[in-house]
């Protein structure tokens, strides 16, 4: 059973608008929210997380909106540019140790 | 400041075979993941090591196994190697067993034919 659901799997944005992925999990122990770019060829590399004690992060142009309630969380990034193309992963934290389940990705295409 | 170093980058191996992988994790980081990485999948952990031991593990089967040195540096063991370990397998370091942020290498892309 896959603990975190990610959608979409592809993603087409043009320059300047706003990309969105969805995340969903059903572990009410999960207690930290990253989400990770990876490029073709590299490893991910985080780019930002949020608590459930927070209902919203930003961090330049990447937001990350967190519904404890639902159980959902998603990434918003803003001014989408060529640069930001990449595969997008959510992921989540089981309490207490650093053992993380990750959601099956996003490609992001951004048209210039 | 290095980041996380995993060796080899790229290899080949037979089905029955048997393979090693290893990891230098980030300066100042004392705790390695191993996730292996199908393609077109998330990552999927496979085990954690802290202070030498094993504290967690994914659900993989014993063919799997690891090591953690004193130096904090770690390896991957993957026994009677089957087509379906076919994947990039990633190297995570942090500090400390529940800091959160993980600091990944850039992996090593195994192929069984």
């Known amino acids: 059973q896959q603990q975190v659901k990610q959608s979409p799997q592809s993603l087409i944005v043009q320059k300047g608008g706003i990309s969105i992925i969805n995340c969903a999990y059903e572990?009410?122990?999960?207690?930290?929210f990253p989400w990770y770019q990876q490029f073709p060829g590299k490893g991910p590399a985080l780019l930002i997380a949020?608590?459930?004690?927070?209902s919203e992060k930003k961090e330049g142009r990447f937001t990350i909106s967190f519904n404890k309630s639902a159980k959902q969380f998603s990434l918003h990034i803003m001014d989408s540019q060529p640069g930001d193309s990449a595969t997008y992963f959510c992921a989540a934290r089981a309490s207490n140790f650093n053992k993380f389940y990750f959601g099956s990705g996003t490609k992001l295409n951004v048209k210039p | 400041d290095a980041g996380v170093t995993q060796s080899p980058t790229h290899l080949i191996k037979t089905r029955g075979q048997q393979v090693t992988l290893r990891c230098s994790p980030k300066s100042g980081h004392d705790t390695v993941s191993w996730y292996q990485q199908a393609l077109g999948q998330g990552p999927q952990f496979i085990f954690q090591y802290y202070e030498e031991e094993e504290r967690q593990r994914g659900n993989f089967p014993d063919r799997f196994s690891g090591h953690q040195f004193p130096n904090y540096s770690s390896e991957l063991n993957v026994n009677a190697l089957l087509l379906g370990d076919s994947a990039l397998y990633l190297c995570a370091s942090s500090a400390g067993l529940n800091t959160g942020e993980l600091f990944f290498g850039e992996g090593s892309r195994l192929t069984v034919l």
């Open positions: 949020i608590r459930p004690d927070v």
């Open positions: 572990n009410t122990a999960f207690d930290y």
